[in-house]
Nanobody, 127 residues
Framework: QVQLVESGGGLVQAGGSLRLSCAAS????????MGWFRQAPGKEREFVTA????????YYADSVKGRFTMSRDNAKNTVYLQLNSLKPGDTAVYYC????????????????????WGQGTQVTVSS
């Protein structure tokens, strides 16, 4: 089994920054794509960003483009999500997810495309 564990969430003022981490562990696992989603109270899970490792294609939701950046540290089996210029509307539980398949532009946006999920980390942005 593969485990994904997110960390780094917290309370921050509008305009501030956070860096979320997603550490992967468990059986040998070679993900073809990883993504970040978020879910605010009463709302559906929303795509944030994803990357296909095969060619490095990275996709961002329009709402976070230019503010959020996804990166990876292979040595640590960890994926990061840098959140800058945070807004109250970014408040949500953030989840990382991994897929054994290359997802592409459309597939990466669907939660059902992913095989493994973390437990989530809360991000709260105050105005």
């Amino acid at each position: 089994q593969v485990q994904l564990v997110e960390s780094g969430g917290g309370l921050v003022q509008a305009g501030g920054s956070l860096r979320l981490s997603c550490a992967a562990s468990g059986r040998t696992f070679s993900s073809s794509a990883m993504g970040w989603f978020r879910q605010a109270p009463g709302k559906e899970r929303e795509f944030v960003t994803a990357r296909d490792w095969s060619d490095g294609s990275t996709y961002y939701a329009d709402s976070v483009k230019g503010r959020f950046t996804m990166s990876r540290d292979n040595a640590k089996n960890t994926v990061y999500l840098q959140l800058n210029s945070l807004k109250p509307g970014d408040t949500a539980v953030y989840y990382c997810a991994a897929s054994s398949s290359v997802l592409g532009y459309i597939g990466s946006r669907r939660p059902t495309s992913y095989d493994y999920w973390g437990q989530g980390t809360q991000v709260t942005v105050s105005s």
